[in-house]
């Protein structure tokens, strides 16, 4: 299953419900994508903000924001969490903690300084600053992103690869209209990233689908949306099995990365109790 509809007068995730006795296991994967980046790129600032866990996007504001930094070290704002009524980043500086946000995850998939323009009402030249100052917070994802284009530029073409090392031929830019080499050269970022996270989802669900912990306990798959998987069992096990669900998630590869990957998951009865 791809997606579902949310929002208002959509009750999908309200009518997916366990039946009386039983429980769904609902869990996914929090900021994956950004997490497989970091280990791809070995970028050592991205890298330490995900391994505090905390507000990422709060925490990316303070490394590119001089104004948030200053405030944060003075202890005039706080960077997230309850801090003994000091306030915090996402309520002191909303618009650059929408920004830094925005950033983290638009930049990975081609965002420009013309779109990125046109959405925030900036001029071009304001818009590339604030690229240009996210880009100098992770030098080392700017680089990563930077070889992965010259592939693609290459006379020769490219091919993109995953994590484990599935492969996706991209050809050459030479000669192409400048839509079709834009088109590539998001292709050549974007493969990386969405491949290596199926990489991820798919090796989870087969450590899932062969757990005899699992079959002990009388939980099996029902469903997988992008990076959340569901399964369904015994009410009386459900805390055993979340458990073991979200051990067999965090490791779902033959390697570790250098980024640990964070689960989020609970046990409900209908789908929609799980929704944060």
């Given at each position: 299953m791809q997606g579902e509809p949310k929002g208002r007068g959509h009750t999908v995730r309200s009518v997916v419900a366990a039946p009386s006795g039983k429980r769904l296991l609902v869990?996914?994967?929090?900021?994956?994508?950004?997490?497989?980046?970091?280990?791809?790129?070995?970028?050592?600032?991205?890298?330490s903000i995900l391994a505090q866990g905390g507000d990422i996007h709060s925490r990316t504001?303070?490394?590119?924001?001089?104004?948030?930094?200053?405030?944060?070290?003075?202890?005039?704002?706080?960077?997230?969490?309850?801090?003994?009524?000091?306030v915090t980043v996402k309520d002191h500086f909303p618009e650059l903690r929408k920004r830094a946000k925005t950033l983290n995850f638009a930049l990975l998939y081609g965002?420009?300084?013309?779109?990125?323009?046109?959405?925030?009402?900036?001029?071009?030249?304001?818009?590339?600053?604030?690229?240009?100052?996210?880009?100098?917070?992770?030098?080392?994802?700017?680089?990563?992103?930077?070889?992965?284009?010259?592939?693609?530029?290459?006379?020769?073409?490219?091919?993109?690869?995953?994590?484990?090392?599935?492969?996706?031929?991209?050809?050459?830019l030479t000669g192409r209209s400048f839509i079709e080499r834009g088109r590539t050269q998001r292709v050549a970022g974007n493969t990386p990233v969405q491949g290596s996270a199926a990489d991820v989802v798919l090796s989870a669900m087969v450590k899932v689908e062969r757990s005899e912990v699992l079959r002990r306990l009388g939980y099996h798959l029902v469903l997988q949306i992008h990076d959340e998987l569901l399964l369904e069992g015994p009410e009386e096990n459900a805390n055993e099995a979340l458990a073991e669900l979200?051990?067999?998630?965090?490791?779902?590869?033959?390697?570790?990365?250098?980024?640990p990957l964070k689960v989020n998951a609970s046990h409900v009865q209908t789908w929609k109790e799980a929704e944060v």
């Amino acid at each position: 299953m791809q997606g579902e509809p949310k929002g208002r007068g959509h009750t999908v995730r309200s009518v997916v419900a366990a039946p009386s006795g039983k429980r769904l296991l609902v869990a996914d994967y929090g900021q994956l994508e950004l997490r497989l980046v970091a280990h791809l790129s070995d970028c050592p600032t991205m890298i330490s903000i995900l391994a505090q866990g905390g507000d990422i996007h709060s925490r990316t504001a303070y490394h590119m924001f001089e104004e948030v930094r200053q405030r944060v070290d003075e202890g005039q704002v706080a960077l997230e969490g309850d801090s003994g009524g000091v306030v915090t980043v996402k309520d002191h500086f909303p618009e650059l903690r929408k920004r830094a946000k925005t950033l983290n995850f638009a930049l990975l998939y081609g965002k420009t300084a013309f779109s990125l323009a046109k959405d925030w009402d900036l001029s071009q030249g304001e818009a590339s600053g604030i690229i240009d100052r996210w880009f100098q917070t992770f030098p080392e994802i700017e680089a990563w992103m930077k070889q992965l284009h010259q592939n693609a530029d290459s006379s020769t073409g490219a091919t993109a690869v995953t994590l484990l090392g599935r492969r996706r031929q991209l050809g050459r830019l030479t000669g192409r209209s400048f839509i079709e080499r834009g088109r590539t050269q998001r292709v050549a970022g974007n493969t990386p990233v969405q491949g290596s996270a199926a990489d991820v989802v798919l090796s989870a669900m087969v450590k899932v689908e062969r757990s005899e912990v699992l079959r002990r306990l009388g939980y099996h798959l029902v469903l997988q949306i992008h990076d959340e998987l569901l399964l369904e069992g015994p009410e009386e096990n459900a805390n055993e099995a979340l458990a073991e669900l979200v051990r067999l998630m965090e490791d779902p590869l033959p390697f570790k990365l250098r980024v640990p990957l964070k689960v989020n998951a609970s046990h409900v009865q209908t789908w929609k109790e799980a929704e944060v």
